[in-house]
């Protein structure tokens, strides 16, 4: 569960997790010195313990000095030279002979130990004992020196209370430069976000990347993909509102055609008495209009239905062959009032929506022979290659200018007004065709040369595989 008080700015967050990361590296160094310094004193305690038996061991070799000793314990305590050190001599029974015991250090029962034993006791005091038995002829002597630990831990425990002072300073300082580092490193993304929101439906054009200065290019590759990114999806949203107003202004003229002319005829026909046979006429004429109104209406209907997440199409294996000699024969009468021949090369299968695949085919097909030159050809091929099925439809005429032919799938264009004619889509058949496509996860083409025009189909083999149809 996101915890209520997590901060809400980036920088923020950036410079604690730069605090955290850096504490916990301080802390990670901190204990690796302060367990080396800890193990340096203890090997240090050690190696002077076990001097100090060492140099009981000649002592003991020497009976004039032990008895010196015990006459006279105080030599030795001024060789110790402070209350944190002790030494002891037993002899075989347990008997103290020496004892120079200044800090009052209880002596626990040691086993015999032919060499130098250390250990840690903590009877009251914590102190390092170490101890050895000495033999002298055949009389053995347990020699034993100790190191009290209070001096050891009060330098460590003021080593502790230096290094956590340099954490929590280190910390600080690492959450200070975090967040100075992060404020500067996030300010093209601030400008980005300050240019994001001017963006309105005035100014979709404003470029919302951030030159980058003094930043290296290289340095602040991802502020500038996000910035690339960012311009990118405000071109597409500038051009898909212009289509949109475009496509808002083409509507109202088409429709405003039709029914000017419909006002027009009826307002004519009322100004004074008519026979019934014109009245007949001016229904027929009324009729057409309503037609084409239908018609626009229906191809509307169409392209927003398919826009919808929520399209299907019915996939079905479809003979390329079969379907392309019934749309010829279907368009047998236009193609022979106009003198235009039609010739297939179409072979193969699909797997598609058939009533989308023959609405599109149509359309390609009814744009053919309607612009096509009269007594000219219109060829049907298909091809199967590299994991597509293309279907072209070429007619031979006068070819599309390259300033039209990018736009020639787009809702209402039309690449020249004058020539719309009664029985057309309204400048939605290709679009019609190209939202088909899209519903397949095809793609629609268009190419026009001095031979002629060419539309091309291109549909995935594998169309079954795709999650969206209608």
């Given amino acids: 569960m996101r915890l209520a008080l997590a901060p809400r700015s980036l920088s923020m967050r950036l410079a604690l997790w730069f605090a955290l990361a850096s504490a916990l ?96 006791v903590a009877t009251g005091q914590a102190a390092r004992l170490a101890w050895v038995d000495v033999w002298r002829g055949n009389r053995r002597f347990t020699v034993v020196a100790a190191n009290m630990l209070a001096e050891r831990e009060r330098m460590l425990a003021s080593y502790r209370m230096t290094l956590a002072a340099a954490l929590a300073g280190g910390a600080l300082l690492s959450f200070v430069l975090g967040w100075l580092i992060s404020q500067r490193a996030l300010r093209p993304v601030r400008l980005m976000a300050e240019r994001a929101a001017a963006v309105d439906v005035r100014r979709l054009q404003q470029q919302a990347a951030v030159k980058l200065t003094p930043v290296p290019l290289e340095e602040a590759q991802e502020l500038q993909q996000l910035g690339a990114a960012l311009d990118q999806m405000l071109t597409r949203l500038a051009d898909g509102f212009g289509q949109l107003s475009r496509f ?12 000017h002319n419909l006002m027009g005829h009826t307002e004519h026909a009322l100004r004074k008495r008519r026979s019934v046979d014109d009245h007949e006429q001016l229904l027929a004429s009324n009729l057409e209009e309503y037609g084409r109104l239908a018609r626009m209406i229906d191809s509307m209907l169409f392209l927003a239905r398919s826009e919808q997440p929520a399209s299907s199409v019915t996939l079905e294996t479809i003979d390329l062959a079969e379907l392309c000699t019934q749309l010829v024969d279907y368009f047998e009468g236009v193609a022979e009032e106009r003198g235009i021949s039609v010739v297939v090369h179409a072979a193969g299968e699909l797997v598609a929506d058939r009533a989308l695949v023959r609405r599109s085919l149509a359309n390609l097909l009814a744009n053919a022979l309607r612009y096509g030159d009269a007594a000219g050809t219109v060829t049907i091929q298909t091809c199967v290659r590299d994991g597509t099925v293309s279907i072209a439809v070429h007619n031979t005429g006068a070819p599309i200018s390259a300033a039209h032919l990018p736009h020639v799938f787009e809702r209402f264009y039309r690449c020249d007004p004058a020539r719309s004619q009664g029985g057309d889509s309204g400048g939605l058949g290709l679009a019609i065709v190209a939202s088909i496509m899209h519903l397949h996860g095809g793609e629609a083409r268009a190419e026009s040369d001095d031979m002629g025009n060419r539309f091309i189909l ?13």
């Avoid at 209350?83 to 075989?92: E, F, G, P, V």
């Fill in 458 to 470: 291109l549909f995935p083999r594998s169309a079954q595989d795709r999650s969206r149809t209608i």
């Fill in 248 to 259: 808002s202004e083409d509507l109202a003229h088409e429709m405003r055609t039709p029914l």
């Fill in 25 to 120: 590296l301080l802390g990670a160094i901190g204990v690796f010195l302060y367990r080396s310094l800890a193990n340096e004193l203890a090997w240090r305690d050690d190696i002077a313990l076990a001097g100090r038996i060492d140099r009981m061991r000649a002592l003991v070799a020497d009976s004039d000095s032990v008895e010196a000793l015990r006459r006279r314990p105080q030599l030795y305590a001024n060789m110790l030279g402070n209350r944190d050190n002790a030494l002891w001599m037993l002899d075989a029974s347990g008997q103290l002979l020496i004892a120079v015991n200044p800090a009052g250090l209880a002596l626990p029962s040691l086993p015999p130990a032919p060499s130098i034993r250390l250990t840690d």
